[in-house]
């Protein structure tokens, strides 16, 4: 049945389907992995980099995170081909929002205007949905930091804390649990308040869920890493196969992109492999 609905993107199944845009979802959960976390200092985004030949000549620049505007970037999941194009298109907006309003233009806005592009390649014909999803990262002064995720139908949401790609699902499922369920070492007090029996932790998850606390940037950093081995069937990401993303302000208020070197990262890698050391020796 769905062979006689799937040849088009206009054209809905019987049972209310557009089979290429499912099509176009499925590629990117064969992509690299992509995790996107929201701390209370920043945004930190997290990618898997796959190298499919020693021989390529090292990238100049970033093939996974793009800077789009000074207060946003993104992360791409998918066809990088298909992810320049809105990419351009992105930057175009902000550009010209800016120039006409002489401010930054607001990030779900910028998100929007992305989605919408992609949103009408699944309604006209001869034309095929974009094979990319996107980690949207931003920053404006009157609702923070924000995390959005877009997929290739033009939906778009905001997220604390997300996973796009391969064996996404198995990452999502570590953020549930550790994302914003164990605050950070020195708030001691609210770690011993958060402390529930098995029986009752869905209850307690519930009773705080208005108040989680959000990771800072170094804990954030590390949760990533760990997603990022969860999705990788457990087996540790090495530093030169991963690459982290951390936007945060600086003393000015100015935005601030940074992309961690492999030193870096290899540091926050040797953190989570001491913690997950000293949690089995306990």
Request: charged content about 25%; some cysteine; hydrophobic content about 35%.
């Amino acid at each position: 049945m769905a062979r006689r609905y799937d040849a088009s993107t206009t054209t809905f199944s019987p049972e209310g389907r557009l089979h290429q845009v499912e099509y176009a979802i499925e590629a990117i959960n064969n992509a690299g992995t992509c995790v996107g976390i929201l701390a209370s200092d920043g945004i930190i985004m997290a990618c898997e980099k796959r190298v499919t030949s020693g021989l390529l000549a090292p990238a100049k620049t970033s093939e996974k995170t793009y800077k789009l505007c000074q207060h946003a970037a993104c992360t791409v999941a998918g066809l990088t081909a298909d992810a320049n194009i809105l990419i351009d298109q992105a930057r175009l907006r902000a550009g010209r929002y800016e120039y006409q309003y002489q401010e930054n233009i607001p990030v779900e806005q910028l998100v929007e205007h992305v989605c919408n592009y992609k949103q009408a390649y699944t309604q006209y014909g001869g034309l095929r949905p974009f094979g990319v999803a996107f980690l949207f990262a931003g920053y404006d002064p009157h609702h923070g930091f924000q995390l959005y995720q877009s997929d290739p139908s033009g939906n778009y949401s905001g997220w604390k804390a997300t996973v796009i790609g391969a064996n996404n699902q198995a990452g999502k499922s570590l953020l549930k649990t550790d994302y914003g369920a164990k605050p950070d070492e020195e708030d001691g007090d609210v770690a011993e308040e958060m402390k529930t029996d098995e029986g009752g932790e869905d209850e307690k998850k519930k009773d705080v869920e208005g108040e989680i606390r959000l990771p800072n940037t170094p804990g954030a950093l590390r949760l990533a890493v760990k997603v990022l081995n969860k999705t990788n069937d457990g087996t540790a990401v090495a530093a030169d196969k991963m690459e982290l993303f951390v936007l945060s302000l600086d003393e000015k208020g100015e935005c601030v992109h940074k992309i961690l070197g492999k030193e870096e990262a290899q540091n926050v890698i040797d953190e989570v492999e001491a913690e997950s050391a000293s949690a089995g020796d306990a």
